[in-house]
């Protein structure tokens, strides 16, 4: 870790992908493959990382595993002059104010991606006052992660712009499963100016986060794109430059991949097809999550060598892939 802290994070934007938690075969955090895998999806075209998200399996890592994926996330975010989003918080708000404030030791963290409170359901007021208290005594700005089908917690479009005008809070991690009124609505008040300046609404659902894009998001949390990471970051970076054919174009083409790559609870296809793709040491996962089957990987790899050209891909990216639909086709 460096001796000072970059600026805090004012804005958000680009492709962050969430990373996994790699583990060897005897079950143990595997931090050189998941240092390869940071540089190897910021070289691909990523704004920036996030460590101990869901797709992270933070909930099951014990402390000490935790600090691993903090340091090599750290470490390579501040060599290659990147943001970095670290997972943190819970249902319970002095637990999650300890959290965030743990996060001090790793100056490269730019913003805490925080839950909305799950399972108590507190209601939107109780949210509000949740994410009041955090940002009042958090170093780091937050980014507010809605995922209501998880959490049991819906909030509408008039409770979500109040969390935006809270100090602190600077973005909000926007995966409700659909693009309904609520979001609409939320994006409307965005391009007409009404949030507040700095504040960006980030895709956290892969499948659409073309059409959350489309509507004005900044950027996207895209589990998916640890495969075919730069054309994901493609898709980001041309709907942000209003190039709306190339990006309908690339949205087309990925959300096979998407689709596929969430076929089973994730991260077990991401990991299953990583490992067949020769980038991490086993297919893991711990419980109660349970390995992806052999033909979900093949899947999304099929969808993966679909959705990247060769000529767009590099060919080693292109080999890997071609060399994996073998292995699935013949293996």
Not at 6 to 11: A, I
């Amino acid at each position: 870790m460096s001796d000072t802290a970059p600026p805090p994070v004012t804005d958000l934007a680009g492709l962050f992908v969430p990373l996994i938690t790699p583990f060897s075969a005897a079950g143990e955090v595997a931090a050189g493959p998941l240092e390869r895998l940071a540089r190897r999806v910021l070289d691909q075209g990523a704004a920036g990382l996030v460590a101990l998200g869901t797709t992270a399996e933070a909930t099951t890592l014990t402390e000490p595993e935790r600090r691993v994926v903090l340091d090599v996330c750290a470490r390579v975010c501040r060599e290659r002059g990147a943001p970095l989003i670290a997972g943190a918080g819970s249902n319970d708000t002095s637990r999650s104010a300890q959290a965030v404030a743990a996060l001090a030791e790793w100056p490269e963290v730019r913003a805490a991606l925080v839950v909305v409170p799950y399972y108590s359901r507190p209601g939107a007021d109780g949210v509000l006052a949740h994410f009041s208290a955090l940002a009042a005594s958090s170093h780091v700005p937050l980014v507010v992660y809605n995922i209501p089908y998880r959490t049991g917690q819906q909030l509408g479009w008039q409770d979500l712009l109040r969390l935006a005008d809270l100090p602190g809070i600077v973005a909000v991690k926007h995966a409700v499963g659909c693009i309904d009124a609520d979001t609409v609505l939320m994006m409307a008040e965005l391009t007409t100016a009404r949030l507040p300046v700095g504040f960006t609404v980030l895709a956290g659902d892969d499948l659409y986060a073309p059409a959350l894009l489309a509507l004005g998001a900044g950027g996207a949390i895209l589990a998916s794109a640890h495969l075919c990471t730069a054309e994901y970051a493609r898709l980001v970076g041309s709907w942000r430059a209003a190039h709306a054919a190339e990006a309908r174009d690339l949205g087309h083409r990925l959300a096979p991949l998407s689709r596929r790559l969430f076929a089973e609870p994730n991260p077990a296809v991401i990991k299953a097809a990583l490992h067949r793709l020769g980038e991490i040491p086993s297919p893991a996962v711990r419980l109660p999550l349970l390995p992806a089957r052999t033909e979900s990987a093949d899947a999304a790899i099929r969808a993966a060598a679909a959705a990247v050209p060769n000529a767009a891909a590099g060919q080693h990216v292109a080999d890997a892939l071609a060399g994996a639909v073998r292995l699935a086709d013949y293996g």
